[in-house]
């Protein structure tokens, strides 16, 4: 990693790798979130370089930050613990007053001319890769798991209900819950854990966006 840019809603800041960013509610910050919302903590995050690494640390002692990774997965980043940044990654922050997000981006050292990256010769695990994903269950996926793939303020990491998700596709709830449940028992067939129970739904958000089934370059499918 070289230098990182970090995207808020009102400006970026641009860093080079001796440089460090905090946010928070002071004003001192680099980029003062909300000076009025005590709901934030003073320091909230840091971000620094260190040795070829950079690091996300939630410089707070009493609050979490919520980190989004580029596929649009939530973590929670507990007080006094830090992550490393190796990918675009959203940092969400939450206040009295509401949230406030910001995009970190690191940027990647070149490889030197000529090089080819390193091939992974371990065989790929492929569980589930013989389920054949059709036009409308990857409609369906997209209605229901918009809210991981949507950018700030729109992000939202839970499945929709299908009622939601139904009408946004305009087709009668018992269709899609029909479809969804066709997708899961033939993943579940195919070995794919945790496409039952409670928490199948959730799982399977996890399993689709993980593989690449749906992206957010899918969500234009439903603005058409």
Same mark, same amino acid.
């Given at each position: 990693?070289?230098?990182?840019r970090?995207e808020a809603?009102?400006?970026?800041?641009?860093l080079?790798?001796? %440089?460090?960013?905090?946010?928070?509610?002071?004003?001192?910050?680099?980029?003062?979130?909300? @000076?009025?919302?005590t709901?934030?903590?003073?320091?909230?995050?840091?971000?620094?370089?260190e040795?070829?690494?950079?690091?996300l640390?939630? =410089?707070?002692?009493?609050?979490?930050?919520?980190? +989004?990774?580029?596929?649009?997965?939530?973590?929670?980043?507990? @007080?006094?613990?830090r992550?490393?940044?190796?990918? @675009?990654t959203?940092?969400?922050?939450?206040?009295?007053?509401? %949230?406030?997000?910001?995009?970190?981006?690191? =940027?990647?050292?070149?490889?030197p001319?000529?090089?080819?990256?390193?091939e992974?010769? *371990?065989?790929?695990?492929?569980?589930?890769?013989?389920?054949?994903?059709?036009?409308?269950?990857r409609?369906?996926m +997209?209605?229901?798991?918009?809210?991981?793939?949507?950018?700030?303020?729109?992000?939202? @990491?839970?499945p929709?209900?299908y009622?939601? *998700? *139904?009408?946004?596709?305009?087709?009668?709830?018992?269709?899609?819950?029909?479809r969804?449940?066709?997708?899961?028992?033939?993943?579940?067939? *195919?070995?794919?854990?945790n496409?039952?129970?409670?928490s199948?739904?959730?799982?399977?958000?996890?399993y689709?966006i =993980?593989?690449?089934?749906?992206?957010?370059?899918?969500l234009?499918?439903l603005?058409?």
């Open positions: 990693m070289t230098g990182m970090i809603a009102d400006h970026t800041v641009e080079d790798p001796d %440089q460090r960013l905090t946010f928070g509610r002071v004003r001192e910050c680099t980029i003062c979130l909300d @000076p009025t919302d709901g934030i903590s003073r320091i909230a995050g840091t971000v620094a370089r040795g070829d690494t950079w690091w640390t939630n =410089s707070s002692t009493t609050r979490p930050l919520s980190v +989004v990774d580029d596929l649009g997965f939530r973590s929670v980043l507990a @007080p006094g613990r992550i490393a940044v190796e990918s @675009p959203k940092v969400l922050v939450d206040g009295t007053h509401g %949230q406030h997000g910001l995009t970190l981006l690191p =940027s990647a050292v070149p490889a001319a000529g090089e080819a990256p390193p992974d010769v *371990a065989e790929a695990t492929a569980v589930g890769a013989e389920v054949m994903i059709s036009t409308a269950d409609l369906a +997209v209605a229901l798991f918009a809210g991981y793939l949507e950018e700030l303020p729109r992000y939202d @990491p839970y929709k209900s009622a939601a *998700a *139904a009408a946004r596709l305009g087709w009668p709830r018992s269709t899609l819950v029909k969804i449940e066709y997708l899961r028992t033939r993943l579940h067939a *195919a070995g794919v854990p496409m039952t129970g409670f199948a739904l959730t799982n399977l958000a996890e689709a =993980s593989r690449g089934l749906v992206t957010r370059e899918d234009a499918l603005r058409r």
